[in-house]
């Protein structure tokens, strides 16, 4: 083995492999680790974490992804740009001249597509990451496993230095620091068959180490080998294009075992030792890992218009039956989908006192004798007076829930609100107790006389402070609900969202309009190219802004982020839909 100190310059370089890494995530089994296997088959059956592709990312929607990255390019030259003339101002070295210029010759002008084929990809391959142990490996499948060291080699040439290599095995390796002297970790790139591995190292690894996270000594057993990943993929219904977990009995097994070789090469490097950890707190860890088996995360839904991402926290039955008891039905929620902007959360505060008592009960009758836990031997003595606050029980029958729904909104130049309709909804089990609070800090409300039949109230507000636009406002309750609606037209929504599905209970829903959020950063980037120095730099600006708004324009009609508390668990859900 060889390898050659990076110089600061060629640091930079390094940044070449990390973005290959991170490129490939936009793209997407074999059973036998030889070098063409699949990328899952050299992760280790007992891997801790894990996260990667059974199958490659389905064709059209890479294709479109990379369809609306044809403008790319021009930021791509307008950053270049911009950092040369940062340079000339600051009077940049010759050697980071170079690099620049190096890096903008392969960059410069090109799309997306164009871009990762630099570097041997083109979005259609696979991809994993998991952990030897604790140590972190990344592998990629190459559609031109020749084009990352070609591009190397061309960056090099024209920088006049090399990055440091080695060589295992007849395999050829780069070895990249992290710009520190006598760093004892490095990362180790290599070209192996027909993909990229990355991994973290010691900074002076013997063979063994090398082949280890090289692949080169695949492991005795792959993931692939049984049915974790696939008993995974059926548990969430997740699809076989990313999917991932991390297990806390693994992560728990691989902490309390004896070093391993690996294990052993990296805690040299650090100049320490595996810390012990005795039965006791292995036994009580246990207990925690059995609540918290795992936290899984995967795609439930990928095509050209509609991306869903599932992340949950699992927990076993004994926890998630007391935590379920927090749920509450969230008001209006047949209404979210089409809003501008919406945000709710709900809660069954009256659950909360039960739910601290059972904790409480729970660990005081055996308290954990780890000293690391004994932070859960304190929350547990905290917890009946945290549950029993004052507060909670006074709030908890006028109080379920809230979602506030904005239908439509806009701003001036000065970012003020030019336009304002929507509704907030409040569920309560007692909206007349919820009333009489509001009428302390909202006067206009003791005028109003609101029974809880649905029927409409005019409510005369005082004008929103350095806002120019009149927004009427209405107040409505039902038995299980208070209902404001506010806005010219928001009178005629809000009947038909005063409504509460028993079994769709979110702990919390969040989602946004992506020609919303465009226009607002339209907003931004157009006062920032006001604000400009030099014709210049507004140029720059303005080109910046047009690119910018053509490619998230396209990209993102509608986001929308949703945590429900489940029987598996607490599950954290992320819907994305593309423009047409």
């Known amino acids: 083995m060889t390898t050659r100190r990076l110089p600061a310059p060629t640091r930079l370089a390094s940044s070449l492999l990390l973005t290959s890494a991170l490129l490939a995530a936009c793209g997407g089994g074999d059973k036998t680790a030889s070098a063409d296997a699949a990328p899952l088959a050299f992760a280790p059956a007992d891997t801790p974490y894990v996260f990667g592709m059974v199958e490659a990312m389905p064709g059209d929607v890479v294709e479109r992804f990379m369809d609306r990255g044809d403008r790319m390019g021009e ?111 490095m990362m180790l790139a290599a070209v192996v068959g027909n993909q990229l591995v990355m991994a973290l190292s010691p900074s002076q690894p013997d063979d063994t180490t090398l082949k280890t996270l090289l692949g080169l000594t695949p492991p005795k057993s792959s993931i ?74 995967g795609y439930t839904r990928l095509d050209v218009q509609h991306m869903d991402q599932v992340s949950i926290i699992e927990t076993a039955p004994a926890l998630s039956k007391p935590l379920k008891t927090l749920r509450a039905p969230m008001p209006g929620m047949a209404a979210s989908d089409d809003a501008a902007v919406s945000f709710g959360y709900s809660l069954r505060l009256g659950a909360i006192p039960a739910l601290a008592s059972q904790f409480a009960t729970a660990v005081n009758s055996a308290p954990f004798q780890c000293e690391s836990l004994d932070w859960l031997n304190q929350a547990a003595a905290e917890a009946p007076k945290a549950g029993n606050n004052p507060g909670i029980y006074m709030m908890a029958p006028a109080f379920s829930g809230v979602h506030l729904i904005v239908d439509d909104i806009a701003f001036d130049d000065e970012m003020k609100p030019s336009k304002l309709k929507g509704s907030l909804l409040v569920g309560s089990d007692n909206p007349q107790a919820l009333l009489g609070m509001a009428r302390q800090y909202v006067p206009q409300l003791s005028s109003l006389e609101v029974k809880t039949d649905g ?22 309750a039902t038995s299980n609900m208070l209902g404001i609606a506010f806005g010219a037209g928001a009178d005629a929504d809000i009947a038909a969202r005063m409504k509460s599905d028993p079994a769709d209970q979110p702990l919390f829903v969040m989602g946004y309009d992506g020609a919303l959020y465009m226009q607002f950063m339209q907003q931004v980037m157009k006062r920032a190219v006001e604000d400009a120095k030099s014709d210049e730099e507004r140029a720059e600006l303005e080109q910046t802004t047009a690119v910018v708004s053509q490619i998230y324009g396209e990209w993102f009609q509608h986001l929308g982020i949703r945590i429900d508390i489940t029987d598996d668990g607490i599950a954290m859900t992320q819907n994305i839909t593309s423009a047409p």
């Open 75 to 185: 930021l791509y030259a307008a950053q270049f740009k911009k950092l040369r003339a940062e340079m000339a101002k600051k009077g940049g070295d010759a050697r980071t001249t170079k690099f620049v210029e190096a890096l903008a010759t392969e960059f410069e002008g090109k799309s997306l597509r164009e871009s990762i084929a630099l570097f041997g990809i083109n979005g259609h391959q696979r991809m994993a990451f998991y952990g030897i142990g604790l140590a972190p490996v990344l592998r990629m499948e190459l559609a031109d496993p020749a084009a990352l060291p070609a591009l190397v080699g061309r960056i090099e040439s024209k920088v006049g230095e090399t990055l440091p290599s080695g060589e295992v095995n007849g395999q050829h390796y780069w070895a990249v620091d992290f710009g520190e002297k006598d760093a004892p970790l």
């Open 224 to 297: 692939l080998d049984g049915e974790r990943m696939s008993q995974l993929q059926q548990r969430h219904h997740f699809l076989p294009s990313m999917l991932g977990e991390i297990d806390s009995q693994r992560l728990l097994d691989t902490l309390a075992a004896p070093a391993t070789p690996l294990e052993t090469a990296f805690l040299s490097a650090l100049h320490t030792e595996k810390p012990a950890i005795s039965d006791e707190c292995r036994g009580e860890y246990a207990t925690l890992t059995g609540l918290l088996p795992r936290v899984a995360f």
């Open 455 to 476: 029927s409409l109230q005019k409510l005369d507000l005082p004008a929103i402070p350095d806002v120019d636009i009149q927004v009427p406002t209405w107040v409505t």
